[in-house]
């Protein structure tokens, strides 16, 4: 019973419909054969009665004159012409005198003259039974249980005074033949509906169990990652089933939702806090950085001119340098005074990249789509161009491709810079805009960071995506409204 309870409803319903149909056909051929069988019966005590009747009419001149081998005639004449196999002919038939003994049969051997019937055939006394019950002399037909033979009883009457009772006794097997021939008929027909409708109820019971089955399939997947709309697949109606499928898709949709403001509220309180840190970092080394850097100034124009010294000291000076251009990426600051961004403005920072492609022999699609000055501070703007189109073609192979976009769009400006370099894996995407993580032996790993930094301070978002053969970085700037 537990594998039935478990099985899938795709089975289920459909093996409980066909059930339904096998159960419905038996009940319809079962009531018909049952009808049948009480319509052959009732046109047996129907045509027997008759005949019953015109023997009981017949009979009560011999009992008046107490002629027995008239009576004896009388009863066997009827039967004498049919045939064995005739369900209207009577195996056995009896008259009984008043008192309930035999007056004569067609079987005088086992029922003698003047003999109780009910000593040597009990259902005789339960048709004796019947015989005291009848009113107004009519004829009527037993069925005893455990009888073989249904018995039809018509009384012998004369002047009102009952003379005796005429029994014949018709074998219930006799008419079975016909029974079974029409049992078999309907057996027939039953198997040529219950052909017909089992495939008609499979598939209409597949089709009704499929959105639930596809819904089921579809909850499964729900775990450890939700599933993105192409992977649900469910049938969205005005059933009860619809409108759940109908919620689920929603409750999908609010999940994911959910799901990537979480992620983006973890990544911006980590960057927010890196940020933090790296700022306190930047400004305890800048000072006595500074300090140094001004250290190496005097001695040169104050020292002893030591070509080893001052080449010692070059080399100094530029580490600290480097030291200090990094330590100033960390401290991104976007409230400064720059002037608004103008076409000009962003068709520099192509210029200025144009080497770096030309190095690299990358087909550059360039697309400056920034019409007059947009209330956007250029210097940070530009350094966002900058960051990603040098990481665009430091990604790509030797003649790959880059391209960049820059439009005003719905009252933002939208940066889009793709190449077809090596794609991004999953794993890294997380961890993109994190300062020093950079997936190349050169570089620090600051730029996306600070172009992140810069992105959020001009309250605009940034979004990456990779895929083999297309990696591409979006960036979106709200433009502030003119005063």
């Known amino acids: 019973m537990r594998v039935l309870r ?65 009576a004896y005639e009388i009863i066997n004449s009827p039967f004498a012409a049919t045939g064995d196999g005739n369900p209207q002919r009577a195996e056995l038939v009896m008259v009984l005198n008043r008192r309930g003994h035999v007056y004569v049969t067609t079987h005088p051997a086992d029922y003698p003259m003047l003999v109780d019937p009910a000593r040597i055939n009990p259902h005789f006394l339960r048709l004796q039974e019947s015989i005291t019950h009848y009113k107004d002399f009519e004829t009527g037909a037993v069925e005893i249980q455990d009888s073989d ?17 005429l029994v014949m006794g018709y074998s219930k097997s006799a008419f079975l033949p016909r029974f079974y021939n029409l049992a078999k008929s309907g057996a027939l027909v039953t198997l040529l509906v219950i052909a017909v409708l089992l495939p008609a109820s499979w598939y209409w019971a597949q089709r009704f169990a499929r959105p639930l089955v596809d819904l089921a399939n579809t909850m499964g997947k729900v775990g450890a990652r939700i ?72 001695y040169r124009r104050h020292g002893a001119d030591d070509p080893l010294a001052n080449r010692t000291f070059s080399l100094i000076e530029r580490g600290l340098v480097q030291i200090k251009d990094t330590v100033s990426a960390l401290l991104v600051e976007a409230r400064f005074r720059s002037h608004p961004l103008t076409r000009q403005d ?73 190449n077809d370099g090596a794609f991004i894996a999953q794993e890294r995407m997380e961890y993109l805009f994190e300062p020093f993580v950079s997936g190349r032996e050169t570089g620090h790993g600051l730029g996306l960071w600070v172009t992140y930094q810069i992105v959020r301070q001009l309250g605009g978002e940034i979004a990456a995506s990779s895929e083999p053969g297309e990696t591409r970085f979006t960036v979106v700037l709200p433009i502030p409204e003119q005063t």
Not at 154 to 164: A, E, H, I, N
Not at 270 to 296: F, K, Q, V
Not at 357 to 379: C, E, H, I, Y
């Open 6 to 70: 478990d099985l899938s409803f795709r089975y289920k319903i459909p093996l409980r419909g066909s059930l339904l149909v096998v159960i419905t056909a038996v009940l319809v051929t079962g009531s018909l054969m049952y009808r049948e069988y009480q319509d052959l019966r009732a046109d047996l005590v129907s045509t027997s009665a008759s005949l019953g009747r015109v023997l009981a009419k017949t009979l009560v001149t011999p009992l008046v004159h107490d002629d027995v081998w008239r």
């Open 346 to 418: 962003v068709e520099d920072t192509h210029t200025l990249v144009q080497p770096d492609a030309q190095g690299k022999g990358a087909r550059f699609d360039w697309t400056n789509g920034v019409d007059g000055t947009l209330p956007l501070p250029s210097t940070l703007v530009r350094q966002i161009l900058i960051n990603l189109m040098l990481n665009a073609i430091e990604a790509i192979d030797p003649g790959g491709h880059v391209s960049a976009r820059v439009v005003r769009e719905d009252g933002s400006l939208r940066i889009t810079v793709t």
């Open 149 to 165: 033979k249904i018995y039809v009883l018509t009384p012998v009457v004369s002047d009102g005074v009952l003379l005796g009772t």
């Open 227 to 298: 599933p993105e709309d192409g992977e649900v697949v469910v049938e969205e109606s005005r059933d009860e089933i619809g409108r759940l499928a109908t919620a689920f898709r929603a409750m999908l949709h609010e999940l994911r939702e959910k799901q990537s403001l979480e992620k983006e509220v973890i990544l911006s309180e980590r960057l927010a806090a890196i940020g933090r840190l790296s700022a306190a970092i930047a400004h305890e080394i800048n000072n006595p950085l500074g300090g140094m850097l001004n250290a190496i100034s005097t």
